[in-house]
């Protein structure tokens, strides 16, 4: 357990609407992703950090944005929710010093409508 | 840059049997493998790592994979699958050592386990 939670865990909200995935941690990494999981496309990342207030964008960062103000939360963002970001979230979590693996909250499943 | 193809969207497998599921690399630098596994509704689970110690890595709930550099490959195996190996595999490579290690995934295999 790499003590990783996100909420909501579920959540369905409108086109146009802004929606905030938080993601949490409790073991102080430096480094946290998010990815979005869809079907034929396996992971694809989204943002990631590497501290407090660094971060950058990943391969499919259109219409999202990302905060990291504390060391444990990383939230991700959706400005203005679209259909096409109907999927599920991850968010990831990697420990300095080993060997470049990263360990997987449970996800949020989101579904605009 | 890096990529990672994995061959068969889905296989099925009597229970039993040889698992078999196969992985392609490209990176431009040596690197680093994984595989993961998830079950419905469920995180990615780490399975196993190549991190250039040994060739062949064994991981949890009897998986192993193989480096193999001239075949860009690592593909995973378990000699006799089981009903609760049933589930999606990822494997996933990074070649970037720097600052953040990104992950890039392969589409994912479906494993079914039939009786």
């Known amino acids: 357990d790499a003590g990783i939670t996100q909420s909501p865990r579920h959540k369905v909200t409108e086109t146009g609407t802004p929606v905030t995935l938080r993601c949490h941690q409790t073991?102080?990494?430096?480094?946290m992703y998010w990815y979005r999981q869809d079907p034929g496309h396996g992971l694809r990342l989204i943002h990631y950090?590497?501290?407090?207030?660094?971060?950058d964008k990943g391969e499919v960062s259109d219409g999202y944005s990302v905060s990291r103000s504390k060391t444990e939360d990383f939230l991700l963002t959706l400005e203005s929710a679209t259909s096409s970001q109907t999927s599920v979230y991850f968010c990831?979590?990697?420990?300095?010093?080993?060997?470049?693996?990263?360990?997987f909250g449970p996800g949020t499943r989101l579904t605009v409508t | 840059a890096q990529s990672v193809t994995q061959l068969g969207s889905h296989v099925s497998v009597s229970e039993g049997a040889l698992v078999l599921l196969r992985c392609n690399y490209s990176?431009?630098?040596?690197?680093?493998l994984f595989w993961y596994v998830q079950y419905p509704n469920q995180g990615l689970q780490l399975l196993l790592k190549?991190?250039?110690?040994?060739?062949l890595v064994k991981g949890i709930n009897g998986f192993e994979a193989e480096f193999k550099k001239s075949e860009t490959s690592f593909h995973l195996t378990k000699p006799s699958a089981h009903m609760s190996d049933a589930a999606e595999y990822f494997c996933?490579?990074?070649?970037?050592?720097?600052?953040?290690?990104?992950?890039?995934f392969g589409t994912g295999t479906r494993l079914q386990v039939t009786l």
């Open positions: 996933a490579v990074t070649g970037n050592t720097g600052t953040a290690s990104k992950l890039t």
């Open positions: 950090s590497y501290g407090v207030k660094d971060t």
């Open positions: 990831a979590i990697r420990p300095a010093g080993e060997g470049y693996e990263q360990y």
């Open positions: 073991e102080n990494h430096r480094y």
């Open positions: 190549y991190t250039s110690a040994a060739t």
């Open positions: 990176s431009s630098v040596p690197p680093y």
